[in-house]
């Protein structure tokens, strides 16, 4: 019996020591070490440096950003506003390296420049070209994207590929859908500007070919 008495009491002893040790450990944890008012000064004043560099930064990104905007639209020249009606306006540009003066004396300019000249074609032209090109365009229509009409050709869009125009008139028996003064006015057209190329920077107009294809185009 006191045998028992002592164990039991043992065990209780070990249960108060075991519950000890455990609010001890969990007070500890509790614990936080305290800054003395030296330290925390000190923690403040490196966390405000840090604050103060990144926005100095975010600043400094800025403000170049804002400096480069500007100055690039300093140096930005419009050389032709669409509400000018500009008689001749003519700007030197390097020529390239690509020309082979010696070879291709004839069609290599003697100058290079950008030119505009609002002049060279007559209001009544340029409607009566835009009117010609409507008309042939309106046969056909490609399914997305720009649609083409080749005068010389003949090539038509036509949903996801291309007709020939003149095939289609002939079958439907319209020879004069396109009239001689049509084509007359395109011809007319097209040698006035290569002259006006040839005149402007030294070259031959005999030796000035159009690009091929040369077409009208429209992304309606």
Same mark, same amino acid.
């Given at each position: 019996?006191?045998?028992?008495?002592?164990?039991?009491?043992?065990?209780?002893?070990?249960?108060?020591?075991?519950?000890?040790?455990?609010?001890?450990?969990?007070?500890?944890?509790?614990?936080?070490?305290?800054?003395?008012?030296?330290?925390?000064?000190?923690?403040?004043?490196?966390?405000?440096?840090?604050?103060?560099?990144?926005?100095?930064?975010?600043?400094?990104?800025?403000?170049?950003?804002?400096?480069?905007?500007? !100055? &690039?639209?300093?140096?930005?020249?419009? =050389?032709?506003?669409?509400?000018? +009606?500009?008689? /001749?306006?003519?700007?030197? @540009?390097?020529?390239?390296?690509?020309?082979?003066?010696?070879?291709?004396?004839?069609?290599?300019?003697?100058?290079?420049?950008?030119?505009?000249?609002?002049?060279?074609?007559?209001?009544?032209?340029?409607?009566?070209?835009?009117?010609?090109?409507?008309?042939?365009?309106?046969?056909?229509?490609?399914?997305?994207?720009?649609?083409?009409?080749?005068?010389?050709?003949?090539?038509?869009?036509?949903?996801?590929?291309?007709?020939?125009?003149?095939?289609?008139?002939?079958?439907?028996?319209? !020879? &004069?859908?396109?009239?001689?003064?049509? =084509?007359?006015?395109?011809?007319? +057209?097209?040698? /006035?500007?290569?002259?006006? @190329?040839?005149?402007?920077?030294?070259?031959?107009?005999?030796?000035?070919?159009?690009?091929?294809?040369?077409?009208?185009?429209?992304?309606?």
């Amino acid at each position: 019996m006191s045998s028992r008495k002592k164990r039991g009491q043992s065990g209780i002893d070990n249960f108060k020591k075991s519950s000890d040790d455990d609010a001890q450990s969990k007070a500890g944890h509790d614990l936080s070490p305290k800054l003395s008012n030296s330290e925390a000064k000190s923690l403040q004043s490196q966390l405000a440096k840090r604050i103060g560099i990144r926005v100095a930064f975010l600043l400094g990104v800025l403000g170049f950003g804002l400096w480069f905007s500007l !100055s &690039t639209k300093k140096q930005a020249v419009t =050389f032709a506003r669409q509400n000018e +009606v500009i008689v /001749r306006r003519y700007f030197s @540009v390097p020529c390239s390296n690509d020309y082979d003066f010696r070879k291709f004396k004839g069609c290599a300019p003697k100058t290079c420049g950008r030119v505009v000249m609002d002049g060279l074609l007559s209001s009544q032209e340029v409607e009566a070209l835009l009117q010609l090109a409507k008309t042939g365009l309106a046969l056909g229509g490609s399914n997305g994207g720009a649609s083409i009409l080749d005068l010389h050709s003949g090539a038509l869009s036509m949903g996801s590929g291309f007709v020939n125009i003149y095939s289609i008139l002939r079958q439907r028996g319209e !020879s &004069t859908f396109f009239t001689k003064d049509d =084509f007359e006015l395109y011809r007319q +057209v097209k040698g /006035r500007i290569q002259q006006a @190329v040839a005149t402007e920077f030294g070259i031959l107009p005999s030796e000035i070919y159009l690009t091929k294809p040369t077409f009208f185009f429209t992304n309606d």
